[in-house]
């Protein structure tokens, strides 16, 4: 991870703030190896279901700069080091899953207007998990210059996901 990405996590896990969110946001999408198509904490995921704690962290923690601001990935980790005995860090790695959640939250109101800034898809899914929303239908569709992932909810409504600098990245992805 570079110094000043380093710093700005650093930063963020101390003070959650929308300011640092987004400061940390805007950074981590610019580096190179921003790749929100990765599968990693889906794989670690299956390792941890299976028992394997160390493998599992072994997965995640040389990409977390990929994660950083994934509730799943901290919570994964969080899971892998309570299995291994490491309480201080799994509860760590649970504090800053939940500073996550709470920015994200906070980055949006999930309308057309405001939607949640996120890094991943699997950022959609845990807002709406938390927030213990059901859906029928997710769509892509395009806003003011800004590409969204809209899910439709049972019982009326929509949930708005800004996706923007993802979709943009795995066009790269596709293209190199």
Known sequence: MTA?????????AGDPSPEHFHQLRERMVAEPTYNPAAADVEVAGRLLADGEAERA?????????NYLLSPRA????????????????????????EACLRALLASGDG??????????VSDEYD???HVGARWTRQSLRRRDGRACDVFDLVGGGETWFDIT?????MGDLFRA
């Open 4 to 12: 000043g990405l380093q710093d700005l996590f650093e930063r963020f």
């Open 57 to 65: 962290r072994e997965t995640l923690v040389p990409v977390m700069t």
């Open 74 to 97: 901290h919570l994964l980790l969080a899971a892998a080091c309570e299995r291994l005995g490491e309480a201080e860090d799994a509860r760590r790695r649970r504090a800053l899953a």
């Open 111 to 120: 309308s057309a207007e405001r939607p949640y800034l996120v890094t991943r």
């Open 127 to 129: 807002v709406l998990d």
């Open 165 to 169: 600098e993802a979709v943009g990245r």
